[in-house]
């Protein structure tokens, strides 16, 4: 993740679309909190993907 962990993130899809798992409602976002909760940016090995 090159960005820095203030860079705002608005989401292309709402709550409830079925393009994602687990979708916060939320307008916005940083790179930081991502960082932090989304399950798609956290370390893992090959055997859990």
């Not at 960005?3 to 916005?28: F, R």
């Not at 940083?30 to 893992?44: C, F, R, V, Y």
């Amino acid at each position: 993740m090159k960005l820095a962990d203030n860079v705002i993130v608005y989401p292309a899809h709402g709550a409830g679309s079925l393009c994602g798992k687990a979708l916060s409602d939320a307008s916005q976002s940083t790179i930081g909190q991502e960082k932090m909760s989304n399950p798609a940016l956290q370390d893992m090995s090959e055997d859990a993907l």
